[in-house]
């Protein structure tokens, strides 16, 4: 199962990630996406563990919790395609004057 954190320290690396999440079980893999232009990461991650009920833990305990200087924000991962906005990627922005 896989979790979504937001909201991390540009300074945060992939074995920052697996040092804290391995307190709470089996990391599997640690993406933490970098940005193309300034090769700093993008400020979240995706840390794939071993069993869902390691995943719940996590989510209570460290959603909310600052680390690094920042409150992090700690989900479930939804699968690639799935938002919360509008399906057309546009989401609901309207522009009122141009």
């Known amino acids: 199962m896989t979790v ?56 209570e305990t460290l959603d909310g919790a600052e680390w690094m200087g920042r409150e992090m924000r700690v989900n479930k991962a939804r699968p690639r395609g799935e938002s919360s906005g509008s399906s057309n990627g546009g989401g609901n922005y309207r522009r009122s004057s141009f």
Do not use: C
């Open 4 to 59: 979504y954190v937001g909201n991390l320290s540009y300074d945060v690396t992939r074995e920052d990630l697996e040092r804290v999440f391995a307190d709470y079980g089996e990391v599997g893999r640690v993406s933490l996406p970098m940005d193309r232009e300034s090769g700093r990461p993008r400020g979240f991650a995706f840390v794939e563990m071993a069993a869902e009920k390691e995943e719940d833990q996590i989510i």
